[in-house]
Every structure is written in C-alpha cells, then in structure tokens.
C-alpha cells in the first residue's frame, strides 16, 4: 500500500489526468448506447401504444350493439316458445289422445333444452352485470 501511495505522488498531474481520461474513455462510450437504448424503449412504448389503439378500434367495429344483442335475444326467446308450445302440443297429442309421436316429442324436447341452455348463457354472458 506504502508502494502505491508512493508511486500515485510521483506520477505528474499531467499524467494523471490522462490515466483518468484512459479510464474514463470506456464509459463516454456507454453513455450514448444508453441514450440510444432509452430512446428505442420510448420508441417501442409508442409503438406499443399505436397498436394497442389500433386494436381498440377494431374491437369497437366488431363489437355487437346493445340493440343488436337484444334483438338477438329476443328471437332466440321466440324460437325457444316455439318450441316449448310444440313439445307440448305433441306431449298433449301422445298422452290424451293417444297418438304414436313419442319420438317427435323427445326431439323436440331436447332441442327445446338445449336452446334453452343457449339462451341462458348467452343471456349471462351479455346481460348479467347488466
């Protein structure tokens, strides 16, 4: 240590400074790279945005109205009446009179069911927060 102090007195203050500058010549090399890397990052935060934006916008244009989604509803429901009336319509033709439609009634049962299910869902997933 006594060597270095010794050595660090002797060296000229020119040549210190040129030691410094020597040393120091690596770093001024960095800092415009990390200039440059923050100006990229800003860059591609814009770039980012611009998408972002540009995807709200084609999201809006294929989104469904509130209108649209009520007329939708609305002739799901009617399909779905229609369908009820005429599971039981057979239900009452089999089981009052008789008639061999067991098979008619079953179909439309189920598709009654799983319209009905539709509905439902779509239902939630359009209208539950309401």
């Given at each position: 240590m006594l060597q270095a102090i010794k050595i660090f007195f002797k060296v000229s203050l020119l040549r210190f400074a040129g030691i410094m500058l020597v040393s120091m010549l690596p770093m001024l090399?960095?800092?415009?790279a990390y200039a440059e890397e923050a100006n990229q990052a800003n860059d591609s935060a814009q770039i980012?945005?611009?998408?972002?934006?540009q995807h709200r916008e084609a999201e809006r244009e294929k989104s469904i109205t509130d209108k649209d989604k009520q007329r939708v509803m609305f002739m799901l429901g009617v399909v779905l009446i229609t369908?009820?009336?005429?599971?039981?319509?057979?239900?009452?033709?089999?089981?009052?009179?008789g008639k061999p439609v067991f098979l008619a009634h079953m179909i439309f049962a189920g598709l009654s069911m799983t319209l009905a299910v539709a509905h439902a869902i779509v239902g939630i997933v359009w209208f539950f927060p309401f």
């Open positions: 090399g960095m800092l415009p980012l945005h611009a998408f972002n934006e369908l009820v009336l005429i599971t039981g319509g057979l239900g009452i033709a089999m089981g009052l009179y």
